[in-house]
Structure formats: C-alpha cells, structure tokens
C-alpha cells in the first residue's frame, strides 16, 4: 500500500519510538497534535495498536482531537480503509479491526468497561493532559495491561502551564531549560514550537511572534512552562553537577521542619566563595516523617556534616542530636529572611538537576502584593522551605566576613 504523508522533520524520529512514557508539549501551532494523529493512523493501519484517546472532559473531544485524527485519515488518502463512528466516537480500521477510542475523564466508569473489538489497548494518548489529574492518568497507565506484540505506550500531549503542575514534578526531574528533548530509559520529552512547523501559515507564525502578554508569550509562542510574577530570584540555573561536585571538599547544610502539609526540607550545598556561586547539590522533601526517621534521612545526604535548623524547634534539633546528627539551630535575628534574600540574590546559584523542589521553589518564590497591585518587600511565605533550609545552612556565610591577621606567632581571625 502506498501512503501520501508529510511529516514534519522534528517529530520524524519519533514515529516509531516504542518509549514507555512519551511528552510531547511546547508552544502553539507547533504541530503535535497533528503529528501524533499521524502517527496513530499509521499505528493501528499496521495492525498491532490500539489507541484510546482522552480529553479531561468528553464534550470537548469531537471538535478537537477527533477531527485532528480525521483529517490525518483524509490527508493520507486513507479514508476506504476505515470506518468513522462520529456518534460512538470509534474509529475502526477495516484491514485489521484495530480501533482508535476517545472518551472523557469525567466518566470513569465508561472509561474502566473501554474495551477493543481485537486484543488489548496499547497506546493511551491524553490530549490537553495539564487539564487532567494525576489520579486520573495514573489509572490510565493502570489500563494499559495485557498481552500485547508491541511494547505499551501513555503519550502526553499539552501547552505547558505553571512549572508546580503535577507533571513537571512527575516527569522534568531531568529536564534542562536550555535543551528540546530529554530521554531516559523510561521517558522521552519533546518540546517544539511554531518555528518546527513547516507548514504553518505566516500570518499564525505573525500573531505568536506579536504577543505581547509576557505570559502568553512565554507559554504559547516560546513554549516555556510558566511563572508567577515578581518572582524573588532571577539569579539561578540548573546544571547537571555529577562530575564537579566530586572536587568539593567543604559543605554546608540546612533544614526546615515540617510534618504533614508542610515537608522536612533539607538542602546540602557547596559555596565557592572566590567565584560567589553557591552549588545546591542535594535535597530532603518529605513528610509525615518523626525525627527518628527524619535523622536517618538526612544522615544519608550528609553523613556527619554539621546542619544548621530553624531554631523554632528546639526540640526537634535535640532529638536530631540524640539520634546521631550534628544538629545546631540557627541564629536568625531581626530582618533575618529579608537579610537572606539579599544574600542570595547577590550571588550566582547552581541548581543540580536532581534537586527538582528546589528548581520549583526558586521559580515560584515571589514578593507580596497590595490590593492595587504593587510590590511589597514582603516575601509570600509559601513554597519556600528549601529556600528557608539554604537561607539556615549559609547563615554563617553571610554573618561572617572575616580578615586574617599575622602577629608573627599565630593566626588570628578578626570579625568586620
């Protein structure tokens, strides 16, 4: 059978990618969506998949990802081979009764009796998936059981939103800003925008390129996750520090207590001080843990390194003690967080990959707001606790500033 169909080249090595768990996401008319329609058509003509497609709500799937996987057919001339339910929603091919599936999330028990006419669903495709809840597409990732020829598949497909979305904490632990793509053993993640469209009409790439909302610019021309205003810190980026931070020697380390809404945040750094960059090497973000446990975590990252707490809970930093960490509180004192913002701002800081809270926390970090909209030198005290943690664990980087005097004798260390 010889099949009509244009692809566009930045999606052209993903059409056969067998990757477990696949992200397709970045900016407006960048084609996504209509390539991975391609790639279903092609998918289920072939014989081996079933696809079942779904949007957060059901009335929203026929004029968008239901006509997407239409016009695909259309396009590739491959109508005669396939039978379109537009009042079922189902999509059968002819040549092999493997069908392409659409339902909405808000019927759960429609979606659980979703079942193929041959075989098993093997590819689950949530379109819009930043409208969805984790829950529901973990029960999605659930269906996809079975025995099947090829390997299974739950494809994502969105505009990014605000960077606290669950899958930016689910899947970008990895992601680096500065890159399009991220692959691991289990994920891929592709991030296009209008400029890999190569069939996009020029007065739709003039309007993405016009908009003047810093927002929507960002998201939907650029195809950058989002962040909330006046955020805090601008200085800041992430790397991957797995080789440099071997040829670190001296290491400081802070923690912020929590329990049950609010995690036990530590964070383990390195500061270079000739080059006024601080490394944030590793991070604790958990909860519900009591000090026994909470101790045995932290002595994982640090060992028996000294780690400075917030010294609101004394007890806790006695317990930490009794239970084999070399805990100290912190000093604070008047202006003591606004001191520390200050500090911080003044130096460049290095994110680890890894440490996936603490990129969150310094994304989302921001000043407070009257009523009329102006900024205050107030910081929201919210989504801050591993900056608390780093605020506690460079205290006497930023209290000490220190000369070294000779006598002749000895050394001494003389406070300015």
């Not at 994502?156 to 632990?173: A, M």
């Amino acid at each position: 059978m010889n099949i009509d169909v244009t692809i566009n080249q930045a999606y052209l090595p993903f059409l056969q990618d067998n990757t477990r768990y696949q992200l397709f996401f970045g900016g407006s008319s960048s084609g996504k969506s209509f390539f991975l329609s391609q790639r279903t058509v092609l998918d289920v003509l072939e014989g081996h998949r079933n696809y079942l497609i779904v949007r957060n709500v059901m009335n929203t799937i026929k004029r968008s990802v239901f006509n997407e996987i239409t016009k695909a057919i259309l396009a590739m001339g491959l109508r005669p081979y396939f039978d379109i339910n537009k009042s079922d929603l189902v999509i059968t091919c002819l040549l092999n009764n493997k069908q392409i599936l659409f339902c909405g999330l808000d019927d759960p028990e429609k979606i659980k009796s979703v079942t193929p006419i041959d075989g098993v669903i093997t590819d689950v495709w949530v379109e819009e998936a930043t409208e969805t809840k984790y829950e529901a597409v973990k029960q999605l990732d659930k269906r996809l059981r079975g025995r099947s020829v090829v390997p299974k598949r739950l494809i994502l497909s969105f505009n990014p939103v605000l960077q606290d979305h669950w899958i930016y904490r689910q899947y970008f632990s990895g992601w680096q800003d500065d890159k399009n793509f991220y692959r691991d053993e289990k994920v891929i993640i592709l991030k296009t925008t209008y400029k890999d469209n190569d069939f996009l009409e020029e007065d739709d790439r003039r309007a993405l390129e016009e908009e003047t909302d810093k927002y929507y610019y960002e998201v939907y021309t650029l195809g950058n996750w989002g962040v909330l205003g006046n955020v805090i810190f601008k200085n800041w980026e992430v790397q991957d520090l797995s080789e440099i931070r071997q040829t670190f020697d001296r290491f400081n380390n802070g923690l912020d207590f929590g329990f049950s809404d609010d995690p036990n945040a530590l964070a383990h750094m390195h500061y270079d001080r000739k080059r006024k960059t601080l490394y944030i090497l590793d991070e604790l973000y958990m909860t519900e843990l009591t000090n026994d446990l909470l101790a045995e975590e932290v002595k994982k990252i640090i060992d028996r390194q000294v780690v400075t707490c917030d010294s609101s809970e004394p007890k806790s930093i006695k317990e930490l003690c009794q239970f084999g960490v070399r805990a100290i509180p912190a000093k604070k004192g008047p202006d003591s967080v606004n001191f520390g913002i200050d500090w911080l701002k003044r130096q460049k800081i290095i994110i680890d990959v890894r440490c996936v809270n603490a990129k969150l926390e310094f994304q989302k970090y921001k000043w407070k707001e009257d009523k009329y909209g102006n900024v205050l030198p107030v910081p929201v005290d919210k989504d801050n606790h591993l900056i608390d943690a780093i605020r506690y664990g460079c205290e006497d980087l930023m209290t000490q500033n220190t000369i070294k005097a000779n006598d002749g004798f000895k050394r001494h260390r003389i406070k300015i």
